[in-house]
């Protein structure tokens, strides 16, 4: 089944202790990207990549990391959680780009204590 | 960023009922996508719109990217239960995609 699978669905930290959630797409897509979705704000893309090793800043970057070492994977590394960072977030990838659509993951609740 | 301001924040209509929600930017797209996302979900791509003044349906829903391209329309026609979720109008500039704020729908059968 063609699917983007995040992992973990849940998580809950303290403040500071670095952490990584996983995404990975088993469709060949091209361009993958990170949301964070908070009440009010709908979703904000955090970070995309157009393939590997390209990688660009989306409009909530700040206190996030990402890398694009395989086609498939996209983690998203938090190297310092804070509280306001505690959100709902999605990753999402693109055959071609989004002017196409993105297929979303299902994605990861967190919470930074 | 981009600002997407959709509205209404929030619908409560009746099952069978019709739905209009709207989708406006403070500046011109080429690409209007709606996305619906069920409770506990990602996103699901709808519908998407590549011209001004098109008019695109699937199934109950048909949506049209604005002539001016700064908005975008959906329509939901006799509403059912599973019609329930967030509704988001979506569009891309270069790479970078931007999410309206999302109009709530509750169906009260």
């Known amino acids: 089944e063609a699917q983007v699978t995040q992992n973990p669905r849940y998580l809950i930290t303290v403040t500071g202790k670095k952490l990584t959630v996983t995404c990975s797409q088993n469709m060949n897509h091209e361009y993958m990207s990170w949301y964070r979705q908070d009440p009010g704000l709908g979703l904000r893309q955090i970070y995309y990549s157009m393939n590997v090793e390209v990688t660009d800043k989306g409009d909530v970057p700040e206190g996030y990391k990402v890398s694009r070492k395989e086609k498939r994977n996209f983690p998203l590394i938090l190297e310092s959680p804070s509280p306001n960072q505690t959100s709902l977030y999605f990753c999402?990838?693109?055959?071609?780009?989004?002017?196409?659509?993105?297929?979303f993951g299902s994605g990861t609740r967190l919470t930074v204590v | 960023g981009q600002q997407l301001n959709q509205s209404p924040q929030s619908m409560f209509i009746q099952e069978g009922e019709d739905v209009s929600m709207n989708c406006t930017s403070s500046?011109?797209?080429?690409?209007w996508l709606w996305y619906k996302q069920d409770p506990g979900e990602g996103p699901v791509l709808l519908i998407a719109?590549?011209?001004?003044?098109e008019l695109t349906s699937n199934g109950r829903l048909t949506a049209q990217f604005g002539i001016t391209r700064k908005d975008s329309f959906l329509n939901i026609s006799a509403s059912i239960p599973s019609d329930v979720g967030i509704y988001f109008c979506a569009g891309p500039t270069g790479n970078q995609f931007y999410f309206g704020t999302g109009t709530s729908l509750t169906v009260i059968p």
């Open positions: 500046s011109i797209f080429n690409t």
């Open positions: 719109l590549y011209k001004a003044g």
């Open positions: 999402a990838s693109s055959l071609t780009g989004a002017k196409y659509g993105y297929t």
